[in-house]
């Protein structure tokens, strides 16, 4: 029995030491390897452009407005590239994919980063419209699939790889709205690309981070959304919420966003340099306390208490019968 429990415990450890030095290794002379990065103009891709240039990588940054493409030139290498891209937009589309292949010069693309973040409108689905999912899903998960399948040629050619920043909200659905539903369905698409893409030597990376100042929305531009949802619902929907229910919605919001945030953004850089470098990078990565342990928690806790969970975080409708709890989790 001994020898038996010597054994396993052998092999576990010599496992993790395999790993760690599989981990270790990285890709030779970054020079010359060109990575494109959508959502640039701010926030994480804007970091992320910058930090990578810098890196010794010819980047290609796709900004949503030339003022965008004009402050990021401003303050990097003259090496770094800038197009105009909006990934609601078939057409701006495949003007940014001409205008990579013209840069690429024969050359393939060694780097793909899918940064695209259409957080609002987030609400209760019966506060929305058809139009309210599609104002999301057209960018975070159409938009971002449209200009991988057109990229693809590329990336295998220089047998490359591809980096999606994905928010851990799509490891478990708390709110309606078509957030959730745009991470869910790039997890799934990066999963069944992963395994296809493996034949031709192209690498894909999930890299799912909890919430960071600098990488969403902030809370004012939500309850913005949520105001203007709240005034168009007819008096009926209205009614059957109730005054009160969207006051302590907001603070519900408020308070998670609040305890969730995290300013320091370099734990999402740090892993998609490492997926970009690594000569295996990795399939999956976790970015922050909450990614790590909050949502996965969630997402692998048994429903009846993750819906426990949430319901005492959120306030109760008043058609529901009972009153609005008073005391809020704190996350």
Not at 128 to 157: A, C, M, N, Q, Y
Not at 289 to 297: M, N, R, S
Request: with cysteine; charged share 20%; glycine share 8%.
């Amino acid at each position: 029995a001994d020898s038996l429990h010597i054994a396993i415990l052998a092999s576990v450890l010599s496992l993790i030491i395999y790993w760690l030095i599989r981990d270790s290794h990285r890709v030779r002379n970054l020079s010359g390897k060109h990575v494109f990065i959508t959502a640039c103009d701010t926030g994480l891709g804007n970091s992320l452009a910058k930090w990578l240039d810098k890196r010794g990588f010819c980047v290609i940054a796709a900004c949503a407005t030339e003022k965008g493409c004009e402050e990021l030139r401003s303050c990097s290498s003259l090496s770094l590239k800038t197009v105009n891209l909006n990934l609601a937009d078939s057409n701006s589309i495949a003007r940014a994919v001409v205008l990579v292949t013209e840069e690429m010069a024969g050359k393939g693309l060694f780097g793909l980063v899918i940064n695209a973040e259409g957080t609002a409108p987030v609400a209760p689905t019966d506060w929305l419209r058809i139009e309210d999912f599609h104002s999301v899903l057209d960018v975070s998960l159409l938009g971002s699939i449209e200009i991988t399948l057109k990229l693809l040629p590329l990336l295998k050619k220089a047998e490359g790889r591809v980096v999606n920043l994905i928010n851990a909200k799509g490891l478990a659905a708390v709110v309606g709205g078509g957030y959730s539903l745009s991470k869910w369905g790039m997890e799934a698409f990066s999963d069944t690309l992963r395994i296809e893409m493996q034949h031709f030597g192209v690498k894909v990376s999930i890299v799912e981070h909890g919430f960071f100042k600098a990488g969403v929305v902030n809370s004012d531009v939500i309850e913005k959304y949520l105001l203007r949802l709240w005034n168009r619902l007819t008096p009926e929907i209205r009614d059957s919420y109730g005054e009160k229910y969207f006051v302590e919605y907001i603070k519900a919001q408020r308070s998670s966003v609040k305890r969730l945030y995290d300013s320091d953004i370099s734990k999402i850089i740090k892993c998609v340099e490492h997926a970009l470098i690594a000569k295996y990078p990795r399939t999956r990565y976790g970015a922050g306390w909450d990614a790590k342990f909050f949502w996965l928690f969630l997402s692998y806790a048994p429903s009846c208490l993750s819906d426990m969970l949430l319901c005492m975080t959120f306030p109760a409708p008043a058609a529901r019968g009972r009153s609005v709890p008073g005391v809020l989790i704190n996350i």
